[in-house]
């Protein structure tokens, strides 16, 4: 049953990420807190060739798909559009974050009391995990963990109703060199949240109890669910948001089964550790349509390292993946427990030296309720004194490290991103460089069936579109090596491929323009991207309606109207997260 206000109309529930501007220093936040997951960790030092997009505050929108009230999701908002917003009277406003991100919560909260002080406040995502938070912030519940069951109890619904899993695209304005990414962006697709290898310094694994929940338990709802989202919004590639998704190796192989079955080829792009990419099989990730993995590889020390990687050659894996046309990221970890100014360069070494595509560099930084803060703070080696502004891992160290005293961290972790760009070129031309590999592992085969037929095709398609780009690549590049190396693999491209025709010409001509002015922008403007506010409006009753109220799209908003059939149903309870 719905909960009603003394009115007795339904519930009206706010659920928001925090304000812009982001990737700024002023009262709120630091300019190295990008709302940019890859230009912040990942291709950040890569200028113009880093990989631009944002992603929304996923959590949020699977609140508010599963439960029956008047809800709008506000995303990327300025703090004053947060003002107006609750001037529209609400009796809930949910407040998502995550610790760096704290001092904007906090003011957030503030601003409720202000302008909505009938509302209750609650916090959630990662940053609800701050000891004392409750203290801290001027609020009336703190969610930690899962938040749909949370809610559904409070507004007297039933928390174990079905789930459903709203549809929604992976990214927000991808551009490579100034370059919007043609054709559809990947959609989100939430198998289950948490991990169970425990690695002490996640925040994920022990913010859900160093466990998995499984929101689609078999291959054929994961399938099922895929088509629907798929048919909705006109691709079949998916980004996978599931800590380890190979881990459930039966599930995985159900999925590929079924897809095989139906001639359904879907395309995905995951996170997996290396033991359980070794144990799925990397010639089964070509049938499952894996074309993006995130692994984490941590450290080369073996003492330090951790038991997802034993025994597992990563450059060898690497080198495979990408010689299947897998694109490959692994993480690293600097500033850990062993690391020295003496010894810290042969981790960074080992890390570039794998020549993945992709290479992200993060501070280790104890964050509440890992086993590594509990470590650090029973220690007395906690920076409690430093704000949670700067626990982003990207500049200091919230925790006393004897070699790393000043800014010591902060120059290694540039350095390492940098040393990694002039030795390895840009990741660009690293992740063209795979397709191409991927495309002639393939059209090598002596033998494929239905499947690999599919993936060929879809591995030809996504060599010729990054090969559009290679021009610019050699125009932009860090280095005389990589100008040589964007000239060998223009060549290489143009064997397999053929030349470029007439349409390939004129699309060049067209890439050097857009190229060009972007180079111009940051020039004189700087790199900088705010993310537009996304309004996001469902209105109670809309399934049993089975239609969503028209909303009107004013600019520089994205305005959303939402409906949620009954088709949209998970087997199991989710869990959200946040900013």
Same mark, same amino acid.
């Given at each position: 049953?719905?909960?009603?206000?003394?009115?007795?109309? +339904?519930?009206?529930?706010?659920?928001?990420?925090?304000?812009?501007? #982001?990737?700024?220093?002023?009262?709120?936040?630091?300019?190295?807190?990008?709302?940019?997951?890859?230009?912040?960790?990942?291709?950040?030092?890569?200028?113009?060739?880093?990989?631009?997009?944002?992603?929304?505050?996923?959590?949020?929108?699977?609140?508010?798909?599963?439960?029956?009230?008047?809800?709008? !999701?506000?995303?990327?908002?300025?703090?004053?559009?947060?003002?107006?917003?609750?001037?529209?009277?609400?009796?809930?406003?949910?407040?998502?974050?995550?610790?760096?991100?704290?001092?904007?919560?906090?003011?957030?909260?503030?601003?409720?009391?202000?302008?909505?002080?009938?509302?209750?406040?609650?916090?959630?995502?990662? %940053?609800?995990?701050?000891?004392?938070?409750?203290?801290?912030?001027?609020?009336?519940?703190?969610?930690?963990?899962?938040?749909?069951?949370?809610?559904?109890?409070?507004?007297?619904?039933?928390?174990?109703?079905?789930?459903?899993?709203? !549809?929604?695209?992976?990214?927000?304005?991808?551009?490579?060199?100034?370059?919007?990414?043609?054709?559809?962006?990947?959609?989100?697709?939430?198998? %289950?949240?948490?991990?169970?290898?425990?690695?002490?310094?996640?925040?994920?694994?022990?913010? #859900?109890?160093?466990?998995?929940?499984?929101?689609?338990?078999?291959?054929?709802?994961?399938?099922?669910?895929?088509?629907?989202?798929?048919?909705?919004?006109?691709?079949?590639?998916?980004?996978?948001?599931?800590?380890?998704?190979?881990?459930?190796?039966? +599930?995985?192989?159900?999925?590929?089964?079924?897809?095989?079955?139906?001639?359904?080829?879907?395309? #995905?792009?995951?996170?997996?550790?290396?033991?359980?990419?070794?144990?799925?099989?990397?010639?089964?990730?070509?049938?499952?349509?894996v074309t993006f993995i995130w692994m984490g590889v941590e450290t080369k020390s073996r003492e330090a390292n951790f038991t997802k990687n034993a025994g597992v050659d990563p450059q060898r894996l690497v080198r495979e993946l990408r010689d299947r046309g897998i694109t490959v990221l692994v993480?690293?970890?600097?500033?850990?427990?062993?690391?020295?100014?003496?010894?810290?360069?042969?981790?960074?070494?080992?890390?570039?030296?794998?020549?993945?595509?992709?290479?992200?560099?993060?501070?280790?930084?104890p964050l509440p309720t890992t086993a590594l803060y509990q470590e650090k703070k029973a220690s007395g080696a906690l920076r409690e004194d430093l704000p949670f502004e700067e626990w982003h891992g990207q500049k200091m160290l919230n925790y006393d490290h004897p070699h790393f005293p000043g800014?010591?961290?902060?120059?290694?972790?540039?350095?390492?991103?940098?040393?990694?760009?002039?030795?390895?070129?840009?990741?660009?031309?690293?992740?063209?460089?795979?397709?191409?590999?991927?495309?002639?592992?393939?059209?090598?085969?002596?033998?494929?069936?239905?499947?690999?037929?599919?993936?060929?095709?879809?591995?030809?398609?996504?060599?010729?579109?990054?090969?559009?780009?290679?021009?610019?690549?050699?125009?932009?590049?860090?280095?005389?090596?990589?100008?040589?190396?964007?000239?060998?693999?223009?060549?290489?491209?143009?064997?397999?491929?053929?030349?470029? %025709?007439?349409?390939?010409?004129?699309?060049?001509?067209?890439?050097?323009?857009?190229?060009?002015?972007?180079?111009?922008?940051?020039?004189?403007?700087?790199?900088?991207?705010?993310?537009?506010?996304?309004?996001?409006?469902?209105?109670?009753?809309?399934?049993?309606?089975? !239609?969503?109220?028209?909303?009107?799209?004013?600019?520089?908003?994205?305005? !959303?109207?939402?409906?949620?059939?009954?088709?949209?149903?998970?087997?199991?309870?989710?869990?959200?997260?946040?900013?």
């Amino acid at each position: 049953m719905v909960q009603e206000t003394s009115g007795g109309q +339904r519930k009206k529930i706010l659920l928001s990420g925090v304000f812009g501007p #982001f990737g700024v220093d002023d009262d709120y936040g630091r300019r190295e807190n990008i709302m940019e997951l890859f230009h912040n960790q990942v291709t950040r030092e890569q200028g113009v060739a880093s990989f631009r997009f944002h992603h929304r505050s996923f959590g949020l929108y699977f609140l508010a798909e599963n439960v029956d009230a008047d809800v709008t !999701v506000l995303d990327f908002p300025s703090r004053e559009r947060f003002v107006r917003e609750l001037r529209n009277g609400y009796d809930i406003v949910g407040i998502s974050f995550i610790a760096p991100n704290f001092v904007k919560a906090r003011e957030m909260a503030r601003l409720v009391r202000v302008h909505a002080p009938g509302a209750v406040v609650v916090l959630g995502g990662h %940053g609800a995990a701050i000891e004392g938070v409750e203290r801290l912030i001027d609020c009336d519940h703190v969610v930690k963990g899962e938040g749909i069951a949370w809610l559904r109890r409070f507004l007297g619904q039933d928390p174990d109703a079905p789930i459903i899993h709203p !549809v929604l695209p992976s990214t927000e304005r991808q551009s490579i060199l100034g370059l919007p990414l043609p054709g559809v962006c990947s959609s989100l697709l939430v198998p %289950g949240l948490g991990c169970v290898n425990g690695c002490r310094f996640c925040s994920t694994t022990h913010f #859900f109890g160093k466990t998995y929940t499984s929101y689609l338990a078999t291959g054929r709802a994961i399938f099922e669910n895929a088509v629907r989202i798929a048919d909705e919004r006109g691709t079949d590639c998916f980004f996978v948001m599931d800590e380890n998704f190979l881990k459930d190796t039966r +599930r995985a192989r159900e999925l590929l089964a079924r897809m095989e079955r139906e001639e359904r080829f879907f395309q #995905f792009q995951i996170f997996s550790s290396a033991e359980a990419i070794m144990a799925f099989g990397l010639d089964e990730l070509v049938r499952l349509g894996v074309t993006f993995i995130w692994m984490g590889v941590e450290t080369k020390s073996r003492e330090a390292n951790f038991t997802k990687n034993a025994g597992v050659d990563p450059q060898r894996l690497v080198r495979e993946l990408r010689d299947r046309g897998i694109t490959v990221l692994v993480s690293g970890i600097l500033c850990m427990e062993h690391h020295t100014q003496e010894n810290i360069q042969e981790d960074i070494d080992h890390l570039i030296g794998l020549e993945a595509d992709f290479s992200q560099f993060m501070l280790l930084t104890p964050l509440p309720t890992t086993a590594l803060y509990q470590e650090k703070k029973a220690s007395g080696a906690l920076r409690e004194d430093l704000p949670f502004e700067e626990w982003h891992g990207q500049k200091m160290l919230n925790y006393d490290h004897p070699h790393f005293p000043g800014d010591a961290a902060e120059r290694w972790i540039r350095q390492a991103f940098r040393q990694e760009y002039a030795e390895n070129s840009s990741s660009i031309l690293r992740v063209t460089d795979t397709a191409l590999r991927g495309y002639r592992h393939l059209a090598g085969l002596e033998r494929r069936d239905a499947c690999l037929e599919a993936r060929l095709a879809q591995a030809r398609e996504r060599a010729a579109e990054y090969a559009l780009i290679l021009p610019e690549i050699e125009r932009n590049a860090v280095n005389s090596l990589e100008r040589e190396r964007a000239v060998d693999l223009a060549r290489r491209m143009a064997e397999a491929l053929g030349k470029p %025709g007439l349409r390939e010409k004129a699309l060049h001509l067209g890439v050097r323009i857009l190229a060009a002015r972007w180079r111009w922008r940051v020039w004189w403007l700087g790199d900088a991207i705010q993310p537009k506010t996304i309004v996001t409006r469902y209105p109670a009753g809309r399934r049993a309606r089975g !239609v969503a109220l028209p909303t009107e799209c004013p600019l520089p908003e994205l305005h !959303v109207a939402h409906e949620a059939p009954e088709a949209r149903r998970l087997p199991q309870a989710a869990a959200v997260g946040g900013r």
